[in-house]
């Protein structure tokens, strides 16, 4: 079965410390990952996706095929990154492209 | 110059009653999304059409009925409302039937409360 786990409902950081979203998927296909994010108030929007293999924002993911995980990275958290963050599996396995969703981590950078 | 835009932004209905909820995108995309997110924040697909034409239909109760009058917009409607219907309903749009260089672009969500 496809499915995308966020373990942490709620992360808190302090300013400065490192950051880091876990995203496991179970996928027995060519798995292809991305991650969104919605700020406060703000529309969900595409933070980065795994074949583009870039940082966005600071944050950087590694797509871990070993431990089916994508979790998302940043050396040093702002607070500007406090938002929702959705991990993402998008497969084509119904004949059409779909994305599974995760169940979002609440990220908190405290001042 | 908004890209998906949602209408209402804001729902409040009583239980039984048939309600609409109407998404545009001004993108030029051919294929346009329906998805819900609960209480607990889990965002769950629940309709897709790509030029008009159905192609994704999760498990979703046949009260819910998604139309498509062009490609530029998706249309949700929702017969008989039930209190688990509460959510926030998000429409969203991608430039093809999807794939790992298409991202998909989200509306600003319609949050319905059935009471």
């Known amino acids: 079965a496809q499915r995308v786990t966020q373990p942490e409902k709620l992360l808190s950081v302090f300013k400065g410390a490192p950051v880091e979203l876990k995203c496991n998927y179970s996928?027995?296909?060519?798995?292809?990952l991305f991650w969104y994010v919605q700020y406060s108030r703000q529309r969900l929007q595409l933070l980065l996706r795994h074949i583009s293999r870039e940082s966005i924002k600071g944050f950087t993911a590694d797509l871990n095929k070993g431990e089916t995980s994508f979790h998302l990275k940043k050396p040093f958290a702002q607070e500007e990154d406090s938002a929702m963050y959705y991990c993402a599996l998008g497969n084509r396995d119904s004949g059409t492209y779909k994305y599974i969703f995760g169940t979002g981590t609440r990220l908190k950078v405290l001042a | 110059d908004t890209a998906v835009s949602q209408t209402p932004k804001y729902l409040v209905t009583q239980m039984g009653n048939d309600k609409s909820i109407k998404c545009e995108q001004n993108l030029g995309h051919d294929t346009m999304y329906w998805y819900k997110q609960d209480s607990k924040k889990f965002l769950k697909i629940m309709f897709s059409y790509n030029n008009k034409e159905l192609i994704i239909n999760e498990t979703v109760p046949n009260r819910f009925s998604p139309k498509s009058p062009d490609k530029a917009h998706l249309n949700l409607h929702i017969n008989s409302l039930e209190l688990g219907d509460s959510a926030v309903y998000f429409c969203?749009?991608?430039?093809?039937?999807?794939?790992?260089?298409?991202?998909?672009?989200f509306g600003p969500g319609t949050r319905l409360t059935v009471t």
């Open positions: 969203a749009s991608s430039q093809a039937s999807g794939g790992a260089s298409y991202e998909q672009y």
């Open positions: 996928y027995s296909g060519s798995p292809e």
